[in-house]
């Protein structure tokens, strides 16, 4: 019985003493200085976990259709290339400034070796999730509010294939149905 007294009034003491540190104002919140391993960990553990969870049951299109990577290329060029890079170009002021930093999806793998690429379901299902929802305190916005998942999936089966591209191959994907955009 003594025990449990003891372990409550640490566990009491423990919690007051996290709860003080943060009022104190001292964890550092700028994006220039990278967060200790015990928040990285957390942080990155909780965004995984959430996301397996919230895309498991997502039901993957065909992605190996020429039109949908066609209809990629120009969004992905328009809106996510400056943070997320593309072939020949490896950085940018968003992606050195951004904390998180966004991975750059012209490779196979990241530095902590996540793998972008890959045309297995699990990928397709967590990059389409973090499209069109977005990532909390981070600078992936969502894209959802403001496109219908067809296009959110083009993007999926272009992301796919970047990290194969040349440079020349991802200027003639992006820019030949850029001519096509301009429509709408
Ligand atoms: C303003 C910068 C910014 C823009 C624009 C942006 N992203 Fe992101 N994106 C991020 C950041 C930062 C992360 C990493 C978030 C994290 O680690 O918690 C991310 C993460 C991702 C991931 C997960 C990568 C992985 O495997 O871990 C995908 C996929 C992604 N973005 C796709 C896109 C697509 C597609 C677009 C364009 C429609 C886009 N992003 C536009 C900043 C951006």
């Not at 449990?4 to 009022?23: E, N, P």
């Not at 299902?125 to 509010?145: D, L, N, T, V, Y």
Request: proline content about 8%; overall charge neutral.
């Amino acid at each position: 019985m003594k025990l449990v007294k003891w372990l409550l009034l640490i566990g009491a003491a423990a919690m007051l003493a996290g709860v003080a540190f943060i009022y104190t104002g001292i964890y550092p919140m700028g994006a220039d200085v990278p967060h200790n391993r015990m928040t990285y960990w957390l942080l990155e553990t909780l965004r995984e976990r959430s996301i397996a969870r919230a895309s498991a049951a997502i039901p993957v299109p065909d992605l190996s259709s020429p039109e949908l990577l066609l209809s990629g290329g120009p969004d992905y060029n328009h809106m996510c290339a400056q943070c997320h890079l593309k072939p020949g170009v490896n950085k940018s002021d968003l992606s050195i400034g951004l904390y998180p930093a966004p991975p750059n999806l012209s490779l196979a793998q990241d530095d902590h070796g996540h793998a972008h690429a890959g045309d297995n379901t699990v990928s397709a299902q967590r990059q389409f999730w973090i499209i069109k929802h977005g990532i909390k305190a981070s600078g992936m916005p969502a894209w959802g509010p403001t496109h219908d998942d067809q296009r959110i999936w083009a993007m999926v089966a272009f992301i796919q294939k970047l990290p194969t591209l040349t440079p020349e191959q991802y200027q003639i994907l992006t820019a030949r149905a850029a001519a096509n955009t301009t429509h709408h």
